[in-house]
């Protein structure tokens, strides 16, 4: 029986916008869809620290998610050299200290900026190209910690839920586009941000993400995944 490549979307010319590219789970899913075949428009505040190098395939774009304009620069700089784009991650996040009875206000407002807002108006400058796609693509890294509160940053999971909100939001708007949107929440990860009490052999490797995230825009228009909460260890859902 001859399936084509198993029912997913062909890579080959699609152009995707990584978030936080440099490092961490960005680092690992840049390099997961490189591999994959796809076009990359690859943003971080410093893009030199980008592996992939730039050229013909790989755009480097200099973004910064704490700066209102940076993401309709991206999105235009994108178009621009490739014509197209096909799909978004929104991976670039921030934890911070923020609670009901210590932390400082100005923490809270950079988590909703860089975690939250930024993610906004990434899907706005990208929109117009997503919608000419048909089969646009936009994967918001979240946190089991949008999806429940169990430990650590109250204002970070606030910043989180607000970040399923948009995904939810954008899932619905778009669906009559062909854009699919997907929100990838993982519990602690071995990155730079993996939160105490784990270990890089108890945490999800952030290759593994890159997996999901593959996955995911690789799904056909009528095989899309709303949300994939991802365990390291057990809980119950989510
Ligand atoms: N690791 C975990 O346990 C875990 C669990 C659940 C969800 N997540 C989420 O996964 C995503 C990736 O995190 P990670 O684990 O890869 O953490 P990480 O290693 O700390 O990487 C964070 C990434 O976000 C970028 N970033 C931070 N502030 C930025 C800004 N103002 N503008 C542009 N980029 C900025 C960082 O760039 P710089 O190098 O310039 O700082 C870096 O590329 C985040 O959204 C995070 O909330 C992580």
Same mark, same amino acid.
């Given at each position: 029986?001859?399936?084509?490549? *198993? ?5 080959? =010319?699609?152009? !995707?916008?990584?978030?936080? /590219?440099? $490092? ?10 490189? *591999? ?8 971080? $505040? ?28 991206? @999105?235009?700089? +994108?178009?621009?050299?490739? @014509? ?12 911070? /200290?923020?609670?009901? #009875? ?10 909703? #900026? ?10 706005? /400058? ?9 089969? =646009?693509?936009?994967? +918001?890294?979240?946190?089991?910690? =949008?999806?429940?509160?169990? $430990? ?20 619905? *708007? ?22 105490? =009490?784990? +270990? ?11 997996? !999901? ?26």
């Amino acid at each position: 029986m001859n399936v084509p490549n *198993q029912g997913r979307l062909d890579p080959a =010319g699609r152009v !995707i916008m990584v978030s936080g /590219a440099n $490092r961490g789970i960005g680092a690992a899913i840049a390099a997961r869809l490189r *591999q994959d075949g796809y076009h990359l428009s690859l943003g971080a $505040r410093t893009p030199d620290d980008i592996a992939i190098a730039a050229g013909d395939d790989c755009h480097h774009q200099a973004f910064d998610a704490l700066d209102a304009a940076s993401p309709q620069a991206w @999105g235009d700089a +994108t178009a621009a050299k490739f @014509g197209r784009i096909d799909g978004l991650i929104n991976n670039a996040g921030i934890a911070a /200290a923020f609670g009901f #009875e210590d932390g400082d206000e100005a923490d809270l407002d950079r988590m909703l #900026e860089v975690n939250l807002k930024a993610p906004y108006r990434l899907i706005r /400058a990208a929109l117009p190209n997503l919608k000419a796609a048909g089969s =646009g693509r936009i994967v +918001t890294v979240t946190s089991l910690a =949008g999806m429940r509160f169990k $430990r650590g940053s109250p204002g970070y999971a606030m910043s989180k839920f607000a970040a399923m909100g948009l995904s939810s939001a954008a899932r619905a *708007q778009f669906w009559d586009d062909g854009i699919r949107v997907t929100a990838v929440a993982p519990g602690p990860v071995n990155t730079d941000m993996m939160p105490q =009490g784990f +270990t890089a052999e108890t945490a999800t490797q952030p290759e593994t993400i890159a997996d !999901i995230v593959a996955t995911v825009i690789a799904m056909p228009n009528n095989a899309s995944v709303a949300s994939v909460p991802i365990n390291a260890v057990y809980e119950p859902l989510p």
